[in-house]
């Protein structure tokens, strides 16, 4: 499974991105994908968490309103989309994978990770 996320960049308070994830290797149909961001100093969390067959998707507390995740099978592409950015979400973002339907949000569960992608949000 290869993994590769793109969109990061510097935005103001308020603005938005979209995050790319474009998987390959397998196919995903009984996958989770999530997206994990990490600030510095903080431990890696799951910001947002679904299943590639498009049902029960998951978002922390934090993001809820604000963040959305979606998938293109047909591109095999998953989306974070940001906004209403706050500077809190400055973090290195990270997309990942598991082969189970088996909710966890630890980032150990996830054996499948892409490389991380800088969102940085000015205040």
């Known amino acids: 499974v290869q993994l590769q996320a793109s969109g990061g960049g510097l935005v103001q308070t308020g603005g938005s991105l979209r995050l790319s994830c474009a998987a390959s290797?397998?196919?995903?149909?009984?996958?989770?994908m999530g997206w994990f961001r990490q600030a510095p100093g903080k431990e890696r969390e799951l910001v947002a968490r679904?299943?590639?067959?498009?049902?029960?998707?998951y978002y922390a507390d934090s993001v809820k309103g604000r963040f959305t995740i979606s998938r293109d099978s047909a591109k095999n592409t998953v989306y974070l989309q940001m906004n209403s950015l706050k500077p809190e979400d400055t973090a290195i973002y990270y997309c990942?994978?598991?082969?189970?339907?088996?909710?966890?949000?630890?980032?150990?569960?996830?054996?499948?990770w892409g490389q991380g992608t800088q969102v940085t949000v000015s205040s």
């Open positions: 990942a994978a598991r082969s189970s339907k088996t909710f966890t949000t630890t980032p150990s569960g996830y054996p499948y």
């Open positions: 290797g397998r196919t995903f149909i009984s996958y989770a």
């Open positions: 679904m299943y590639w067959s498009g049902d029960s998707t």
